[in-house]
């Protein structure tokens, strides 16, 4: 165990079931031996699946916090959990909303209001 570990301890099942009612779709899978937040993204192609990619890993270097994605096309899966705790922890469910806001935002027409549509 590191020492970052021990100063952050991995979520327990409960704060993780409490954490998830706040997440629209992310499933809480078993990998091994750590719970992890998983979910599959529709996109229309493999470039816009590769855009989605690239925006995530952005975000990932931000946060200096880094999933697993897979992409395929068509879809994009995305895997958030600390490695350095093995297990889940607040970020996982921050990052989390933050891959549903860069999705929203690639793939929902801009909104009827942006000075564009004027
Ligand atoms: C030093 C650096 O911040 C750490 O190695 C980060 C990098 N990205 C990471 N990403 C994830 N998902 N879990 C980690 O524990 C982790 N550690």
């Known amino acids: 165990m590191s020492s970052h570990c021990q100063a952050t301890k991995a979520l327990t099942a409960a704060e993780v079931a ?3 009612r706040h997440l629209d779709s992310w ?3 078993q ?6 937040l998983k979910k599959s ?3 229309n192609n493999f470039r816009v699946g ?7 890993t952005e975000l990932a270097e931000s ?11 068509g ?9 350095s705790c093995n297990g889940l922890r607040p970020l996982d469910f921050k990052m989390a909303q933050k891959t549903d806001d860069l999705y929203c935002q690639l793939t929902q ?3 009827p209001h942006s000075k564009e549509a004027l």
């Open 18 to 20: 409490d954490y998830s």
């Open 27 to 29: 499933e809480i899978a």
């Open 31 to 36: 990998q091994v031996d750590a719970l992890v």
């Open 41 to 43: 993204y529709h996109l």
């Open 50 to 56: 590769t855009q989605f990619a690239n925006q995530i």
């Open 63 to 73: 946060y200096q916090h880094h999933p697993e994605i897979r992409l395929r096309w």
């Open 75 to 83: 879809e994009v899966d995305v895997i958030w959990f600390t490695h």
């Open 109 to 111: 027409p801009q909104a």
